[in-house]
């Protein structure tokens, strides 16, 4: 990472960023579920079944959780009705969290990256993918994956982080480059929780996202807002 993106590791991209990126997930795992539900009071899993009910999915359809981290969104699937669910990850600890909170259930889990699956063209209906595509070192290579990997009508959803419009602006900047890096000290992580919220600046606006989606191949693209424009749902259909 060159000096002057060393401090500013959202502004990378390629290799540096995926570097930075698995190394930071790999060292959170441990404390990634205790801060998302700190920092969303909860929210968090309810904006996934949101997410989720948009897909929507067909009783026994095979659905993939990409950038899967803890495996939550892949729980989400199964409850859902989804028949296989595999998880991937490129950071082996959160996928150590995920099989263990997984004991006892079908769920599989995978370490692979995002840009090159391991999965055959058309194998999965459904896609989903939570925090994760901001974070990709090449946005449209990973929906085109995505959409090489869905079978024919297959959909994703990807849950993310959003610039929110009108009132809100302001106090959710406030919150997202204020507080959430406070949070995140206080449990002694502050560089991974400063990283979080200055990606935003680097992360397509919903009109550039649904562009992109759909000069990666998709037929349809849609955005759908949560938390009053502070999140967004992209939506893809093959």
């Known amino acids: 990472m060159s000096v002057a993106t060393r401090d500013r590791p959202w502004q990378t991209t390629g290799e ?18 205790l801060i998302n539900t700190v920092m969303t009071a909860g929210s968090h899993r309810r904006w996934r079944r949101q997410a989720v009910r948009l897909l929507p999915l067909i009783p026994g359809e095979r659905a993939l959780d990409l950038c899967c981290g803890t495996g939550d969104f892949a729980f989400d699937l ?5 028949g296989l669910v595999l998880g991937v990850d490129f950071a082996q600890p959160m996928l150590t969290i995920a099989k263990r909170k997984s004991a006892g259930t079908a769920l599989r889990w995978a370490m692979a990256d995002a840009l090159r699956l391991p999965l055959a063209d058309g194998s999965v209906h459904a896609i989903t993918v939570g925090w994760g595509l901001r974070n990709m070192a090449d946005i449209p290579a990973g929906l085109r994956e995505m ?4 079978a024919d009508g297959g959909r994703f959803v990807v849950l993310d982080i959003a610039r929110p419009n009108g009132l809100l602006a302001r106090p959710a900047r406030f919150y997202f480059y204020r507080v959430v890096p406070l949070i995140g000290a206080a449990l002694g992580w502050k560089s991974a929780y400063t990283y979080l919220p200055n990606s935003l600046d680097h992360f397509p606006d919903r009109v550039e996202l649904k562009r992109l989606t759909l000069e990666a191949g998709f037929r349809e693209a849609e955005t759908h807002d949560l938390a009053f424009g502070m999140l967004t749902v992209l939506r893809g259909v093959k």
């Open 16 to 33: 540096a960023r995926s570097s930075y990126v698995r190394t930071m997930f790999s060292d959170i795992a441990p404390v990634y579920d």
């Open 147 to 150: 959409h090489r990997v869905l």
């Open 78 to 82: 199964k409850a859902a009705g989804a």
